[in-house]
């Protein structure tokens, strides 16, 4: 079964074709970093104009390169949830119009259960149940993967998301928007106990929530004040130090929550699993307790449209599909 699947959720324009949920014919990411970069961020209105203007190129150009037509294909499948509303509508509406020019139905996909499915393209041999750590940009959430289409979520952020926090301390140390992806490579020089920072919700054991913003204003009232004596800034320092506080919290949380919750399968996805601290750091964890450990290739951990087409195959297989009056949703209530 051929899936061609568009994302649009935040700042990235995917499409892409998968086969059987595992085979990846084509894949494509219209990325709009160039275009938020002068304003350290994503303005979500320049991003929902952006993806008007990539969107119907870039899925003529993988239709192109697969030489795959419309009567190849068995769906499509878009990302409804969550995200940025005026974003997610413009895939959303650009499916709607390719359904009806093709009759081909339309699956709709959870943006989290997409980055979930980024680790059955990787790992074939992965099938839940298991424990799943999502971290990207815009969240940071423990789920329980009790099936292909079926998640529970067991914790989450009280406030910032971990790509969040890794991209706004990154500014601060004066790295291009997204700041996250230059901070792990420096910090990899740097010494992780350099600077003392808070240990977030640290008496916490009633529940798998994280919490950044604690110490994203300790990272950021360090850097005042350095600035303030006019010292240079000890960038590889700050930034391992930093990198370690999240690592740890995101780590010792997530092995609490499996030891509790009795999984001895993890995996991690989203694009803040690209971290290489956090990738190797898991692994170790894990391999300890002789539990598996799985992780998504770099290429799959932030948006694309390859994940979309891989839930949209399971959801395809559950006979969930969407009318044409599908309608795009910010929030992340599954
Ligand atoms: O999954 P994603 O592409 O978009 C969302 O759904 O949010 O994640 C993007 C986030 C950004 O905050 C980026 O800084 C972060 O993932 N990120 C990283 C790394 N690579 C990407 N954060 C820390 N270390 C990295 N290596
Ligand atoms: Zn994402």
């Known amino acids: 079964m051929k899936i061609l699947a568009v994302e649009s959720s935040c ?39 952006n993806h008007i203007e990539s969107i119907g190129a870039l899925v003529q150009s993988i239709l192109e390169e697969s030489k795959i037509t419309f009567k190849n294909l068995n769906a499509l499948a878009v990302t409804y949830a969550p995200g ?68 529970r979520r067991v914790g989450k952020t009280r406030d910032d998301a971990a790509g969040e926090a890794f991209d706004k301390v990154g500014r601060k140390l ?18 992780p106990f350099s600077f003392e920072l808070p240990t977030p919700l640290k008496s916490e054991t009633s529940s798998y929530d994280f919490s950044f913003s604690g110490v994203k204003t300790a990272m950021i009232n360090i850097i005042n004040q350095l600035n303030q004596k006019q010292q240079a800034l000890p960038l590889e320092d700050l930034a391992a130090s930093f990198r ?16 509790d919750l009795g999984y001895k399968t993890l995996g991690i996805c989203g694009g803040v699993s690209a971290n290489s601290l956090l990738r190797a750091h898991l692994e ?22 390859a994940m979309v087409a891989c839930e949209g195959y399971y959801e395809f297989l559950n006979n969930n599909f969407a009318p044409l009056n599908l309608n795009a949703k910010a929030s992340e209530n599954i």
């Open 284 to 305: 170790a964890e894990c391999f300890k307790r002789r539990w598996k450990f799985f992780k998504p290739e770099k290429s799959l951990c932030g948006d694309n449209a």
């Open 174 to 191: 004066g790295f291009d928007y997204p700041g996250g992806v230059a901070l792990d490579l420096i910090a990899g020089n740097g010494d």
């Open 84 to 151: 940025l509303v005026g974003s997610l509508l413009v895939g959303v509406n650009f499916i709607k119009g390719l359904s009806l020019a093709t009759k081909l139905p339309i699956v709709p996909v959870h943006h989290i259960k997409a980055h979930i499915a980024s680790l059955y393209l990787t790992n074939h041999q992965l099938k839940p149940p298991f424990l799943c750590l999502v971290v990207s940009g815009g969240h940071s959430s423990i789920f329980e993967v009790l099936d292909y289409t079926k998640i």
């Open 244 to 259: 370690n506080c999240v690592v740890e919290h995101l780590v010792s949380t997530f092995i609490r929550a499996s030891k």
């Open 11 to 49: 700042d990235d324009t995917a499409a892409a074709i998968v086969e059987d949920g595992k085979n990846i014919i084509v894949s494509k990411v219209a990325s709009q970093i160039e275009k938020h970069k002068i304003y350290g961020g994503v303005v979500p209105e320049v991003a929902s104009r």
